[in-house]
T-cell receptor, first 112, second 112 residues
Framework: GNSVTQMEGPVTLSEEAFLTINCTYT??????LFWYVQYPGEGLQLLLK?????DKGSNKGFEATYRKETTSFHLEKGSVQVSDSAVYFC???????????FGTGTSLTVIP | DVKVTQSSRYLVKRTGEKVFLECVQD?????MFWYRQDPGLGLRLIYF???????EKGDIPEGYSVSREKKERFSLILESASTNQTSMYLC???????????FGSGTRLTVV
């Protein structure tokens, strides 16, 4: 079956620190992989995605590379800002895109 | 700008009431989904629909029903609200055969 396991939080970092949030997956077939971000009081927004192995998704300074050999899609950012404080969800979708599977979310707090 | 609109951001209802949560999308998407989000549990799929008048149970359908009379509208119904249904409810939609969800802003429901 399909599932996503992501690093548990909460994570607290100082401004300008390096961020890594780990995500691994189990899937049948060839899934697409996503990171969504949820700011306080809001719904989820797509942060980045990768649709095939070795693809790198990037947005707003965040990056993640689809690694089929390690079944991973780790989120990274070189220098976090206070405004990056949010909950981050790793997700995969089936080949048809009809259903998503989410990780449990990782809360990030960035302090000045 | 494409949108998924949930009718209420915050809702307070009494135990035993029948509750309707409305979701409308303007993207002509075939697929629509209802999730609930709880701390430590991530997102759990309640119901989804791949077409008008179609519905499928997700992982936690008990105590809920849905209605999809028009393509753009997907309603979640709590037949008799209970305190354990206090949660954040998120609606999402996606296009058949294309990858990626668009989420609404969420409805935070409190049942007292």
């Amino acid at each position: 079956g399909n599932s996503v396991t992501q690093m548990e939080g909460p994570v607290t970092l100082s401004e300008e620190a390096f961020l890594t949030i780990n995500c691994t997956y189990t899937a049948t077939g060839y899934p697409s992989l996503f990171w969504y971000v949820q700011y306080p009081g809001e719904g989820l927004q797509l942060l980045l995605k990768a649709t095939k192995a070795d693809d790198k998704g990037s947005n707003k300074g965040f990056e993640a590379t689809y690694r089929k050999e390690t079944t991973s899609f780790h989120l990274e950012k070189g220098s976090v800002q206070v405004s990056d404080s949010a909950v981050y969800f790793c997700a995969l979708s089936s080949f048809t895109g009809n259903q998503f599977y989410f990780g449990t979310g990782t809360s990030l707090t960035v302090i000045p | 700008d494409v949108k998924v609109t949930q009718s209420s951001r915050y809702l307070v209802k009494r135990t035993g009431e029948k509750v309707f949560l409305e979701c409308v999308q303007d993207m002509d998407h075939e697929n629509m989904f209802w999730y609930r989000q709880d701390p430590g549990l991530g997102l759990r799929l309640i119901y989804f629909s791949y077409d008008v008048k179609m519905k499928e149970k997700g992982d936690i359908p008990e105590g809920y029903s849905v209605s999809r009379e028009k393509k753009e509208r997907f309603s979640l119904i709590l037949e008799s609200a209970s305190t354990n249904q206090t949660s954040m409810y998120l609606c999402a939609s996606s296009d058949r055969g294309r990858v990626g969800y668009t989420f609404g802003s969420g409805t935070r429901l409190t049942v007292v």
